[in-house]
Each structure stands twice: as C-alpha cells, then as structure tokens.
C-alpha cells in the first residue's frame, strides 16, 4: 500500500512538472503605475491572460528605462514563451530587442513604441497603440471648437500644456498634434509648456509653477486627466474656478475624469483606451496557432467626452459623448 501511494505521489509530481512545462508563460515588461490609465491597462493585460489560463511573469519598472532592460533579459533567461513589451520612452531599445530577436521569443509591442528606426531594425510579432498625434489634435479640436462656442474667437486666450513622459510617443505625439492644430488658431497662444510626467503630483506642481509666473492663464491642456487632475487642485488653491476661469482638456477619458467633468471642474477629455487584454490575448491565439500576424500597428476606436455632447470638430463631423449620459458604461 506504502509502495502504491509512493508511487502514485511520484506519478502525480512528474505529471505537474510537465504540465507547468508545457504551460504558455508571457512576460510582461510595463512602464509602472504613474497613471489611472497605467493601472487600468496592467489589470485588463493581467484579467485576460489569467482568463486565458496562461501563465504571466509581470515586470513594473517604475518608471526606469534600465529596469526594462533588466525585465526583458530576464524574460530571456528565464525562457518565456513570449513576450509583451511598452517602453517608458522609445529610444534605447535596439540592442535588448535584439536580444529578444535572438532568443526567438515573439515579442507583442503595446501601447507606446520604439522610434521608427528601431521598428525597422527589429521583428515583432504585432502593435497595438494609441494614435497620439489624432488624440493631440482632437484636444486642439475641441479647445478652438468651444472657444467659438462661447464667444471668444476673437479674443487672444493664453494656453499652458502639461506634456507627458520627455521621449515617449505618447507625448511627443500628442503634442505634434496639438500644436499642428493650433497653428490654425492664432488666438490661441501657447505661453507655457513643460513636463509634468504623466502623473498627478507633477501635474499639480507644474501648474503652481504656470499659475506664480503668468497672471492670465486661459486654457490647460494636460497630455494625460491624471496630470490635468493634480492641476485642478492646484488651480483651486490659486482661488481660481477650474473649468470656467479656465479650460481644461485632458486625455485617456477614465472615470476620475469622467467626475471631473460633470462636477464642472474639467470641460473635456479626449480617450486613450488601456484596454489591451482582449487585443492581446487575440495575438497570442493566433500566433500560438501558428497563424501569421500583420505588423501594422493597430489603434483601438477612440472617443471624446465633454459636458454637453455634440459635434466639436466641423472639419470631420466627430462627435463627443456627454460623460454624464456615459458615466456607468465607464469600465477604468
Ligand atoms: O502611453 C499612454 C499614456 O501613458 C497615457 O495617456 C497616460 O496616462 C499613461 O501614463
């Protein structure tokens, strides 16, 4: 009997060894938690590989380009399967990507990418990223949009701009985007423009430095709500009424933005989907069955949000939805 349940103990260990060996195991090397949409985009990643029943070696790098490098070599090492990579800037990548190549581990690029010439340089299974630049025109869009609508067209309004991550494509598209828009508009005069990092605290700090050295700020667009968010607090301790002394435009579009807008505190936010779990785990079906992908990079849909609703942009007939009446179908 002993012998038995020896043996069936032994059976049971091998028999565990080779169904964790024969388990699909994905790195995920993310950029960190600066952000509402960071944290939204990790868990739909996260909730749908579990769903999937495949195994996730998850790697936040606080914000540091080297901590990537360090997670993606010990993807190597550690001889996932694939793996899924979004670079906290997007230049630097060539050599460890090449690694990666090397290692003939799929490699799935999300949500910001590498510089073109690392694109080129590199093969990689499939993309999925925001349109940065359409979101930064969308934010011009909508500001020049509801400047005409309450009657200041005519009236030189100074601006301020929050940019994201210095180096990563979802700042310095976002803001080619805005200011090829606002290059129409020669009322609108950008007066200030600085890094607030993406995150809330720098948002609120750099906006007390814009609020102490410019007596008339009009407008505020913030390359991302959680920045937009941290300037609202500082706007009010300048005694100032955010939203109506001045305009805010933010971008992502998650709940926390979704309030300040129907609380009146922010007028609009341009969306940015994290919701990449469903994109991912589509890629990994296919690439798991062998099927070929394409590398263009896709861009989810992408919608804009504001108080009223309506058309703000006549040049292409976009809509924005009214964040109150889409409130309760907000998922981040
Ligand atoms: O790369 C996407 C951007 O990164 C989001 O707009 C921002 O909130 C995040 O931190």
Redesign the pocket.
Known sequence: MKKLLSLIVALMMVLGIAASAGAITIGFSQ?GQ?????TA?TDSVLAAVEAAGWEMVYSDAQQKQENQVQALRNFISQGVDYILF?GVVSTGWDEVLKEVNEAEIPLILL??MPEQSTLDAIDYAAAF??D?VEEGRRMAYWTANYVEKIGKADEELNVVILE??TG???ATGRQEGIMEVLANYPNLKVIASQTGN?TRAEGQAVMESFLKAHDKIDILLA????MALGAIESIKAAGKDPGEDIIIVG??APKTAFDAIIAGDMNATIE?T?LYGPFVVAALEKLIAGEAMDKTLIHPEEGAFDAEGGIVYSADGRVTEKAADKIGERLY
């Open positions: 950029i600066e952000s509402d949409w960071r985009n979004t949500d910001r990223g925001g940065f994201g991550t990563a494509d979802a993406f390359h991302n709500d959680d971008c992502d940015c994290p």
